[in-house]
């Protein structure tokens, strides 16, 4: 721990003195970065994330970090849709308590200028009541681990998805898909009513689960769809207590269909199998190789 504490204070002291290179910073981050998910204790993985957020405002402002990949960084995030407009980052620090406290960055172009900006995302989830039908912003956001943006468009109009995890607690798990959005002046914002779901267009849609199981929810590229596990209590007495739910075999989906997620009610999530492909899959990394039990589909 206290060799731990001498390095921080080391890196800290290299900010401070020289000017550094993305190469340099992304270097420290990487060494820093493992101790925000395996460090002993909550002080020292609170320290550790201070200093990496430090060090990663310092490089998003800098002028080739937008097309910088950061491909060091093994266990956080970074994610761009298809159009390259922005890039997000988010990772996870696991709690003594057996809770999660969520972090992130939304980097782009200033719409007037062109120069780099990027705003901090301020995990509030645990004040937020149902998050369903909250149009939330930066300094209000559902703290989550996104691992996959789907771009899709309407009438000339862009449409960026985001799937994610929230670890939660020891009993459960979450999975989100939510939607990001940028005004004419570039403020970002969080959950619009794109969605068609359970008779309801929330602004965002949350599976939670028993934390003993994992949920499969991802783009399907050749579906074209949004599909995922049907979720189901073990019992029926025991609908409402998520600790008790996992999926049940069946699946359903979301198929975007003129500006809005629709959804589709037990889907075979099969793919045909093309018998020339012998090519074996290769899941990219998310931010989320380190993570427990993974559950990153």
Known sequence: MRKLFLLLILLATAIAGKAQTLSDLEAQMSTVSPSILKGENDSVRI?????FMLLLEKALVMPNSFTYGFDSLKTISRLQPDDKSFKLFSWNMPKDDGSYAYFGYVQYKEPKTG??????????????????????????????HYYRIVQTSYKKEKFYTLLGIDFNNRSTRKKIVDVIEFDRLGNVFFGDNIFEYEKKSPKRIV?????????????????????????????????????????????????????????????????????????KFQKPNMGLDSQPGRDTQ
């Open 47 to 51: 320290n550790a994330n201070t200093q």
């Open 115 to 144: 120069a780099n900006k990027f705003v901090k995302l301020i995990d509030k989830s645990d004040e937020i009541q149902q998050p369903e039908t909250k149009g939330l912003s930066p300094k209000n956001w559902y703290g989550t």
């Open 207 to 279: 599976f939670e689960y028993s934390a003993e199981v994992t949920m499969k929810l991802n783009y399907d590229e050749m579906k074209g769809m949004i599909v995922f596990d049907h979720l189901s209590p073990m019992k029926e007495d025991l609908a409402g207590q998520f600790q008790f739910y996992g999926p049940d075999f069946s699946y359903d989906g979301l198929k975007f269909k003129k500006g809005k997620w629709v959804q589709i009610i037990d889907i075979d999530a099969r793919n045909p199998k093309n018998p020339n492909d012998n090519t």
